[in-house]
């Protein structure tokens, strides 16, 4: 499996983006501002996007992303969300309000864009590739992911805050290779950290502690305007795990 970072910022600004995956050619995780850099031929191979959670910073490219390539290619695409995450976006977005309900396009019997429940810890396979639902704790419901090629899994965290069940799902992944995981905020954040159920550096220490297992460990979703400061107290703090900010553009085998 390959994942091609779109985008892994916290915001935007400039050249920012972001948070959205691309996994091999036709699987998006989350669909952040990263999803627009994609040419039209791209997005038309999409044919399913998995969703951690319903905040807009992961999700503002689906409704574009689907008025553009619908017409243009045969086929529907799958959505893969919690209940939760799915009710979200049917009564907030594709609303015939915000955007159209293309769960009901071209019409409600053969709908382009279609929903399929995920459930922490059932697996979804994809032409050999398996993505697991793992457990988050955050704001709203919501979850990270599991990618397995089979030789190799690539974790991702999404959106969370402190959370045990994360790591006890991590733990037991015997051929980790990769974890991505969030910090939104500084230290000097931490309160704010915490109401919005995110991670700060200090907060990351104490979680990467329960972490038992070797893997290369990447940050992301890192606040715009500190992004250095955040780097420089996890580096600081955390240097015993090697942590890597996570770059847009940048490409992971496994």
Sequence with gaps: MQVRVLGCSGGIGGALRTTSMLVDHDILIDAGTGVGDLTVEEMMA???????????????????????????????????????????????????KIWPDFNEIPDVANPFLRYSEIRVGETITLDGRCITPLPANHAVPAVGFRLDSGSASLVFSGDTTTCDALWQAVNSIENLKYLIIEVAFSNADLKLARVSKHLCPSLLLQELQKLQRQAEIYITHLKPGEAEVIMQEIVRDASIYAPMPLQQGQVLDF
């Design 46 to 96: 999409i044919d399913h996007i998995f969703v951690t959670h319903a905040h807009l910073d992961h999700i503002a490219c689906i409704p574009l992303l689907l008025d553009t390539v619908i017409g243009l290619r045969e086929g529907h695409v799958t959505l893969h969300a919690s209940c939760d995450t799915w009710q979200d976006l049917r009564k907030h977005v594709f609303n015939w």
